[in-house]
Structures are given as structure tokens and as C-alpha cells.
């Protein structure tokens, strides 16, 4: 930052700032409403949380069945040791804790203790990806590249509400553990206004389009349907499939998306390492297919404190960035492929 | 207890003669320590310093004091026992072939290609193992959800977690005691195995654990800390913390490496400890002398 000239900056904000965008339809707490709704059905459903059931919806679930609500304190090890202890006894629990914690600090109990059995534990992590203006400490940039090597493990990266509510349901009925990526607290509402429905294992393609095909996962598809729309109107057809099932990948659709002579980008709210974007190159490659994919992701670095509409765009996730981006392909389509911009560490963030 | 349920009911416990209990897991132990050479033979090596020196602990559990039926391994009512320290898995594959859950004849398969008796426990291969332990500091927090969960839906079972003193290095074993005392968890019975030893040395030079019993005190625990070869007071204890409630109890058993071999309890102490093959023989010479004494 060269300029001296005061002004107004964006502040963090709360850690869980929505990003919704100002005016965007949203939906309250969708995972911990649909929670209930199931408990309601499904007596063996319990709920855990370690010192973060209000922020991550679960307390909506432990104000409705206090009886099935389990502290576990901030003691992540033991909350998912105890997750597996009783999916042993045959209940189905769902743990949340913030996706850094069930994935960094306690991965060896969510490998040994829930994945190796194969056990019904539903492992919900708040904060994925760059939703929170808190820094590396809370930015789950890497869970999925670190979770995806994690044999019998299912992994779902919801875009809005309506995959929450719709999700919730499937991955208690799914035998095996999962891991669900929330979004919590005002959650987007999108998919409602498509001929769309959740299903475990599945893409689906949310709009068709000649030029450009979006392969997108979780908060990235609400952005790559903002993007086609801005595309349309500059006469870009654009394609969204929309991959929420991370693992296992649907990749016959993946095939089918890229087995044309359109731009392919993929979306992501994670790391450009070992997520949806490799994901879909390896796909490719296996398959012998040669079509040149263009990341839309998060750098391979630790990500910067700051408001977190300031950090969308400037780590290159937000439906400007990601529209500038794609012109920028299309326009130099012999241009060298190169991976996301990795920014400098800022001297001036928002936050200062 | 029922025909089809093992010897250890508890509603025995006032019933059966005190000394001829101690005569049975006295035999217990014993043929737990045969199989556990025998086992050891297979290898050449291993943990059977370990399994010498828990063997009275098991023969206490399995023969008086857990519920299960041996020919289901999954009947719900069964108490839990979990095997946190999986690289004891020769033990307690000894202590289950005496106890009739898995063939005495399937030991010398033991560690072998396609066996059901891998040399660190796994719950997917063997009838009877609840957990798959060996990432250490994980028994004890499957142990409180299980607890947790059966407590949930009425079922009167019993939670048993073996641990090993060099066991509570791990931050998560403290995360799960303090987990058990926070929920009152009286269904649950931790069994610290104390030998004093562990992987790079004395547990005492690795990372100090004493004042082991003070800790879980501290840590709200109904705790006992027994001579864990003396079938005598392992009883004493185990009598006991089945009848406390209203928190989580400790059966901390001090025992010694080889113990019921002179042979390997007068060595130098290893974790893996060597043995020659003309010594196996050596070794059973002198458990069996020690039963007759």
C-alpha cells in the first residue's frame, strides 16, 4: 500500500460474517433446523459439539433435545473418539466443531476412531475455505486436500441452504462416516430457483451453455451462477455443474462436462492444492482426456486477516474475480496456463 | 447369569467363594501366560514381557468380573472391553482363547499372513476386539461415548478401557478423562496398566506420569492403585469400583515386566523384548512350576 491518503477500510467483522451478499435471500441456520427435523424421525440421532454449538447451528438442535445434545467441551480428540464410541452402540451422531479443529487438530481420531470402522459419524465443520476474516488460525483452506486421502470418508461441500437442509438427511441414511463442510447462520438461499435436488454422489448441472463450462463446488457455485449471468449478458454462454459430493466424485459427469471443445474452470472455496481443481485434472488425465483445466481457487499460502469481502476478491472468489478471470482465459486463450495469482502478504491489511 | 453368559456375572460376585475365585483366575492366568508363549514362539519376539505382566489383570476381568457371551461377540448387552494399547493385542488374544471367544488353536496364527490375530489389535479382524487400538490416547475417548451412549439407552453395560502408563502421555487421554468425570460416567472403569516401561525407556526417564493415582483424583475419578499380580487385591479393587457411582473409576495396576517367568522378569527390560528359541521351552518349564508352587 503506497498511498498515504487516509480511508475508509472494511473491518473483519465477526468471525462468522455471512457472505451473503447485501440484500441476497437467506436462510436461518438450516443445518441445525434440518438436524431436528430428522431427529424427529430418527430417535438414534444425537448431537456433539466441542465448546462451539452456537456457532456452528448446533444449538438449535440442543435447545430442541437437550436429552441428545452432548458437550463435549473444547476437547475435539475426545469428542470425535466419543462420536465413534457411540455410533459403536448404534446411534448416529452428528459432531461439529469448526473444519480446522476436526480436521488439523484431531484427524487421527476422525481417521482411526470414526473412517477405519466405517462408522455413521457425521463430522460437521464450520468455517471452511475462507469464510472468516480471523486468519490461518480459523481458515480451513486445506481440509479437503487433507481429508480427501482419508479411505471409506464421504466429504460434501454444500452451496447454499437448500443442499444443507437436503444433505442432512442423506448423509444420516449414508452407512459410512462423512464429513460436511457447513455454512451456518445466514445461509444463502439459491438452488430453490432450480430444477435441483441433492444426492449423495452426484453432480448436477444447473444451467447449460456452449462457451464455458463452471465446475464448481459449495459457496463457489452461488458464485459461478452469479458469473454466468454477468457472462450472459455479454453474450458468454456458461455451463455450471454444480459437484457438492466431493468424495466420492461423480466423475462420469466430470467426463461429460469436459469432453467438449468449451473453457473449463473449476470454483472452489480451498486451496488450488489437492481440492475440486486437481480432483478434476486427475479425473481427466486417468481417463485420457486432454482438456486443459483453470483453477479458480484459493493460493497455496496462508491466507491474510481482513474483512472477508476484501479477501473474496482479492484471493480471486468473488463473482468479479471470478467473471475478470474468466474474459481473461477467453480473451488469451493461447495465454501459458498459470495457477491462481499468489498475492503478497499484505503490510497494510484490513485489519491494522 | 445365564446359561449362554461367561462365568463373570456380577450378581455372582456375593455368591461364589472368594478363595475359589482367586483359584479360578489363578488358572486363568495361567493358561493366559501359555498362550501368550505360544504366541510369542510364532513370532520369536515381541510383547510378551507385556502380556506376562498384564495377564493376571486380564484373568481378573474376563473371568470374573465382564459379561459377555463368548459365542456372540455382539450382543448388545454385553459389557465393552476396549483395548487401548493395541500392541498388547498378544494378550488379549490369550486371554480371549481362555475365555472361549476365539479357538485356542487359531494362536499359532498369530502375526501370520491372512490371520485373524494381527499383532497390533484390529476390531475388523478378530471376534471380541471392540476397538482398533495402537494410535495411542483413542481407547478412552471411544470409551466415553460408548458410555455415554449406552447410558442414553438404558443399557446397564459396563465400559472397560485397558491403558498403558506410557498412555498417559497423550494430551487425549486427559481430554477424555476429564470428559468421563464431567458426565458422571460411573459405567465406566479405566485400567491403567503400570509397568513402568515404555518404547525409548523407563516411563520414568520418557515423560513423568507419577503421581499417577493423584492425577486422576484430580481429575474427579473414583481411583484405586493395586499390585496388578496380586489376584487377590485385583478382585478387592475390581469388586469395588463396580459398586461406586457417580463418577468414572480407575483400577491403576502396578505390574511387572515378564511376571510368572523368571527367565524374562529377571532380564533387562525391554519393550520388545528378544527371546532365544531353545528359551520358550525354558519359559513354560517355569511358568508351570509356578502354578504348582
Known amino acids: ?352 | 447369569m445365564t446359561a449362554s453368559t461367561s462365568s463373570a456375572a456380577p450378581d455372582t460376585a456375593g455368591t461364589v467363594d472368594r478363595e475359589e475365585r482367586i483359584e479360578r483366575i489363578r488358572q486363568a492366568a495361567y493358561g493366559i501366560r501359555r498362550n501368550a508363549l505360544d504366541m510369542g514362539e510364532v513370532q520369536g519376539q515381541g510383547y510378551i514381557g507385556q502380556a506376562l505382566g498384564v495377564a493376571d489383570v486380564l484373568a481378573t476381568v474376563y473371568t470374573d468380573q465382564l459379561r459377555f457371551r463368548p459365542e456372540d461377540p455382539h450382543w448388545p448387552g454385553r459389557d465393552r472391553f476396549l483395548l487401548s494399547i493395541g500392541h498388547y493385542a498378544i494378550a488379549l488374544y490369550a486371554a480371549m482363547a481362555e475365555a472361549g471367544i476365539i479357538p485356542v488353536e487359531e494362536l499359532e496364527t498369530y502375526g501370520s499372513d491372512d490371520s485373524r490375530l494381527p499383532m497390533s489389535a484390529m476390531a475388523s479382524y478378530t471376534p471380541g476386539m471392540e476397538i482398533s487400538g495402537g494410535s495411542l490416547g483413542h481407547g478412552l475417548g471411544v470409551a466415553t461415548g460408548m458410555a455415554l451412549g449406552l447410558r442414553l439407552q438404558g443399557n446397564p453395560a459396563r465400559v472397560y478401557d485397558l491403558l498403558s502408563d506410557g498412555e498417559l502421555d497423550e494430551g487425549s487421554t486427559w481430554e477424555a478423562a476429564m470428559s468421563c468425570s464431567h458426565h458422571g460416567l460411573d459405567n465406566v472403569t479405566a485400567i491403567v496398566d503400570v509397568n513402568a516401561l515404555q518404547a525409548d525407556g523407563p516411563t520414568a526417564g520418557v515423560l513423568r506420569t507419577e503421581p499417577v493415582t493423584d492425577k486422576w483424583r484430580a481429575f474427579g475419578w473414583h481411583a484405586l492403585r493395586v499390585d496388578g499380580n496380586d489376584v487377590a487385591a485385583l478382585v478387592d479393587a475390581f469388586d469395588e469400583v463396580r459398586e461406586h457411582r457417580g463418577s468414572p473409576s480407575v483400577v491403576i495396576c502396578d505390574t511387572r515386566i515378564g511376571h510368572g517367568v523368571p527367565l524374562l522378569a529377571n532380564r533387562e527390560k525391554a519393550h520388545f523384548m528378544r527371546v532365544e528359541e531353545r528359551e520358550w521351552q525354558i519359559a513354560r518349564d517355569q511358568l508351570q512350576e509356578g502354578l504348582t508352587r
Open chain 1, 1 to 352: 500500500m503506497t498511498s498515504t491518503a487516509p480511508r475508509k477500510k472494511l473491518t473483519t467483522s465477526a468471525m462468522i460474517a455471512s457472505f451473503a451478499d447485501p440484500g441476497q435471500r437467506t436462510t436461518s441456520a438450516p443445518f441445525g433446523h434440518a438436524l431436528n427435523r430428522l431427529a424427529e424421525e430418527r430417535p438414534e440421532i444425537v448431537g456433539l459439539s466441542a465448546d462451539l454449538a452456537k456457532y456452528t447451528d448446533m444449538h438449535v438442535f440442543r435447545d430442541a433435545h437437550p436429552d441428545r445434545f452432548f458437550q463435549m467441551g473444547m476437547a475435539e480428540q475426545v469428542m470425535l473418539g466419543a462420536a465413534a464410541g457411540m455410533a459403536e452402540v448404534g446411534l448416529v451422531p452428528f459432531a461439529s466443531t469448526y473444519s480446522v479443529f476436526a480436521t488439523r487438530r484431531a484427524y487421527d481420531f476422525l481417521c482411526l476412531d470414526i473412517a477405519e470402522p466405517g462408522l455413521n459419524v457425521n463430522v460437521v465443520g464450520a468455517l471452511p475455505g475462507l469464510t472468516t476474516g480471523y486468519g490461518p488460525s480459523h481458515q480451513a483452506t486445506e481440509d479437503l486436500a487433507i481429508l480427501r486421502g482419508c479411505p471409506n470418508l464421504t466429504i460434501v461441500d454444500p452451496c447454499d441452504s437448500v443442499d444443507i437442509e437436503q444433505a442432512v438427511p442423506a448423509l444420516a441414511a449414508a452407512p459410512g462416516p462423512t464429513y460436511l463442510r457447513l455454512l451456518r447462520g445466514a445461509v444463502p438461499t439459491v438452488l430453490d430457483e432450480y430444477d435441483y435436488r441433492f444426492e449423495l454422489g452426484k453432480a448436477a448441472e444447473l444451467r447449460t451453455g456452449r462457451d464455458v463450462v463452471l465446475v464448481s463446488t459449495g459457496l463457489m457455485t452461488m458464485r459461478a451462477l452469479q458469473a454466468a449471468a454477468r457472462l450472459e449478458a455479454d453474450s458468454v454462454d456458461v455451463a455450471v455443474l454444480h459437484v457438492p459430493t466431493i468424495k466420492p466424485l461423480d466423475t462420469e459427469a466430470i467426463l461429460r462436462a469436459a469432453r467438449t471443445d468449451r473453457l473449463l474452470v473449476t470454483l472452489e472455496n480451498h486451496t488450488v492444492i489437492g481440492g475440486l481443481a486437481e480432483s478434476v485434472a486427475s479425473t481427466l488425465a486417468y481417463a485420457g482426456v486432454g482438456t486443459r483445466v483453470v483453477p479458480i481457487a484459493l493460493p497455496d499460502e496462508f491466507l491474510a486477516a481482513g474483512a472477508l469481502p476484501t479477501l473474496h476478491d482479492r484471493y480471486g472468489l468473488s463473482t468479479d474475480a471470478v467473471v475478470a478471470r474468466i474474459k481473461a482465459e477467453l480473451d488469451g486463450a493461447d495465454a501459458p496456463h498459470r495457477p491462481p495469482t499468489a498475492w503478497p502478504a499484505d503490510p497494510a491489511p484490513a485489519t491494522a
